[in-house]
């Protein structure tokens, strides 16, 4: 163009910010300032967006600047875009100066500061700020106000607020807003409250998308949920028209990896390769990929996968160092280690952690003495996390004097630096020191005793029988507040000392955890060490299997009860059986098992009699949605149980999992009318 006039750039503005190109609106803007030319009203909106879009905060100033010398500054709509532009550029300071300043807001004005001030974690602040706006103007809320307080709620897990906004949205309907509905499921999930997560997808999110699935998925993953994760990917890709996402699968593969479930992670890696997409380009899915099969024990494809891989940042490599140290190759992850450096990538305090621990598997001394000076060298001694992970290493290696010197060389110190002295101690047999040190803990720290101090140091004033009731009692809690690795350091320091019941709540907890195979090598390991299961062990053993979906190994073990050491089963062992094959999907030989028993052996006796069995076929029904079933189930319930509400409630929910509404309706009027009330809680456990 010979000649270029204001027209000609904000025209070539528009068209570079409507087409999301950023970097060009402010190469184009820049131009015209030099040449003094001014931007329009439209122009001036997509600089400041692509400021906010490139994180150019620089930029975003002097165009600020700019706007304020002539004198666009009190225009609503560039205030606004002003505050986003802050707030996604992280200074809310500056965000709130330009809302403050504002001689007039309108609910865009509101909404994008509540925004502001829950994407960046403050959500307390949002809270006030909603409150403000009720309060001082006269505005109704809109869609992103509310959408801004889920994420809020969420971000701060603030449940009663949650609730709140929640029922904010049902009275106007705004829960048919996909938008909405997903975020109130994300809230909850955010806040822990898994069971009203899920009844938010089945009964309140008219239309499920993609994001609605994942949202759900990643919930169940991050609470522990695990089968219950595989359980949803597995409906997602039989009921749904929705094809998953490299999102699905990241958030699936976590969970299927921490059950141990190497058949579940091949379908998965089949289902990848079939939709094309790339393990080695994205590095999140990739990374899960090859932490997966290392927590499966199959750490040939871990390896293919990682040499496969684009190894751009330091969460694949330790990825890889973890999983050979799981499996017993902590050499090969030393030696990866030297191979990382050569690529340039840059460790972080994971990666020294992963490798202390290595070291602390081999024993090696020497090779932990490198790895301590690297960690001097760059800084990571500075990290508590890795403090705790040299202490740890020193004592594995025989060196408690190390470990001593390191810890009083400490600036900060957390309970988990006390709890490893205190181990150490007591590993090489120095009660004494450890007793001094537990005292010292109290006398000279703020730092609260936690059950691993406990056990540490009950271990070191006795061996006696009443501890074994302290330890397994940790053991179980850890266990099922989903603590399993701490569950079992527990119990292998408890070392000779176990008893029966130690070995059963292991195998409870591994169970209710999802490590079923490895529970089931921990009865061989029982026997090995001398002691002989009895009929709470296979109970333990059996509802391990169940929960680990392995129904072969659970009636190999149900025969072996009854063959080998000719325990006769009881209610429970029937009981664990019936929900073993429940929670697989195999109802109908649940139903059949309940009449006839299992044909390995062992008399049934009158089990069409027992409420407990009926309850677990139902409780399987509404899990897999069978609906038929479950009626039946439900009838007998009625006849052997008419006063437990329980049941009714799992049925309820079944007939609303299966869309036959008019049947929950009716289930519900049965509470409604005062027919049945719930019973109140209470504790067993004698203070």
């Given at each position: 163009m010979p000649v270029r006039d204001a027209m000609s750039y904000n025209f070539l503005i528009y068209c570079f910010g409507s087409n999301g190109f950023y970097g060009e609106v402010l190469n184009v803007v820049c131009s015209m300032l030099d040449l003094g030319l001014f931007p329009n009203?439209?122009?001036?909106?997509?600089?400041?967006?692509?400021?906010?879009?490139?994180?150019s905060l620089e930029s975003g100033i002097l165009i600020h600047n700019y706007l304020i010398q002539n004198g666009f500054g009190l225009n609503v709509r560039i205030a606004n875009s002003l505050i986003s532009m802050y707030t996604k550029l992280g200074r809310l300071d500056l965000g709130y100066q330009v809302f403050n300043d504002m001689p007039e807001r309108d609910v865009v004005s509101w909404n994008s500061m509540i925004t502001g001030f829950a994407q960046n974690g403050k959500g307390d602040e949002a809270f006030d700020l909603y409150l403000s706006m009720k309060n001082v103007e006269d505005l109704v809320p809109s869609r992103v106000t509310f959408l801004g307080l889920l994420l809020a709620c969420g971000q701060v897990q603030n449940l009663n607020m949650g609730k709140i906004v929640h029922g904010h949205l049902i009275h106007p309907g705004l829960m048919s807003d996909f938008r909405l509905g997903t975020s109130v499921l994300d809230m909850y999930l955010k806040c822990g409250e898994v069971e009203c997560a899920r009844i938010i997808f089945e009964e309140e999110l008219l239309e499920k998308n993609l994001v609605s699935w994942n949202s759900l998925l990643a919930g169940y993953s991050q609470n522990g949920c695990d089968w219950e994760a595989v359980f949803l990917f597995q409906r997602l890709l039989s009921e749904s028209n929705l094809k998953p996402d490299s999102i699905t699968i990241a958030n699936v593969v976590p969970a299927c990896a921490r059950l141990a479930n190497l058949q579940m992670i091949r379908l998965i890696h089949t289902l990848i390769i079939k939709k094309?997409?790339?393990?080695?380009?994205?590095?999140?899915?990739?990374?899960?990929?090859?932490?997966?099969?290392?927590?499966?024990?199959?750490?040939?494809?871990?390896?293919?996968?990682?040499?496969?891989?684009?190894?751009?940042?330091?969460?694949?490599?330790?990825?890889?160092?973890?999983?050979?140290?799981?499996?017993?190759?902590?050499y090969q992850g030393i030696e990866l280690f030297t191979e990382m450096l050569r690529y340039e990538v840059l460790p972080d305090t994971i990666t020294m952690v992963m490798l202390l621990q290595s070291c602390g598997e081999l024993g090696s001394l020497k090779q932990g003495s490198i790895i301590h000076g690297y960690c001097f060298s760059k800084g990571f001694n500075w990290h508590l996390t890795v403090s705790n992970a040299m202490m740890d290493m020193y004592i594995k290696c025989g060196c408690i004097r190390s470990s001593l010197i390191l810890f009083n060389s400490m600036c900060y110190k957390n309970i988990v630096t006390w709890n490893t002295l205190l181990c150490g101690y007591v590993r090489i047999g120095r009660s004494a020191m450890a007793i001094d040190l537990f005292n010292q803990l109290q006398w000279e720290t703020q730092h609260r005793p936690d059950p691993v101090t406990m056990i540490t140091v009950t271990q070191a004033s006795s061996t006696g029988s009443a501890n074994h009731g302290v330890a397994n009692s940790l053991i179980d809690a850890y266990a099922k507040n989903g603590l399993i690795h701490s569950a079992w350091s527990l119990f292998e320091q408890m070392g000779k000392s176990k008893d029966n019941s130690s070995w059963n709540v292991m195998l409870a907890g591994l169970g209710m955890n999802g490590y079923g195979r490895k529970a089931c090598a921990l009865l061989s390991q029982m026997e090995e060490d001398g002691y002989e299961p009895n009929s709470i062990t296979f109970v333990s053993l059996l509802s391990s299997c169940s929960h680990s979906g392995l129904i072969d190994e659970g009636c190999y073990y149900f025969n072996l009860m009854v063959t080998k050491y000719n325990i006769?089963?009881?209610?429970?062992?029937?009981?664990?059986?019936?929900?073993?094959?429940?929670?697989?999907?195999?109802?109908?030989?649940a139903y059949h098992m309940i009449q006839n028993g299992l044909p390995q052996g062992g008399d049934p006796g009158n089990l069409s009699n027992c409420a407990a069995v009926w309850g677990a076929l139902l409780s399987a029904c509404r899990m897999h949605v069978n609906v038929e079933l479950g009626e039946l189930a439900s009838q007998q319930l009625s006849r052997l149980s008419p006063d437990n509400c329980g049941y009714y409630t799992l049925l309820s929910n079944l007939y609303s999992s299966g869309r036959r509404w008019n049947e929950a309706a009716n289930m519900r009027r049965v509470f409604e009318d005062g027919k049945l009330m719930k019973k109140p809680g209470f504790s067993t456990v004698n203070v």
């Open positions: 009203f439209g122009s001036i909106l997509y600089a400041i967006m692509a400021c906010g879009e490139m994180r094309g997409l790339q393990l080695v380009s994205d590095i999140v899915l990739g990374t899960s990929m090859v932490d997966a099969y290392g927590k499966c024990f199959d750490i040939k494809a871990s390896t293919f996968l990682f040499t496969c891989s684009r190894k751009q940042n330091a969460a694949i490599w330790n990825a890889m160092i973890s999983g050979y140290n799981l499996n017993h190759s902590a006769q089963p009881c209610l429970e062992h029937w009981t664990c059986v019936i929900d073993m094959f429940g929670r697989a999907g195999r109802l109908e030989e």
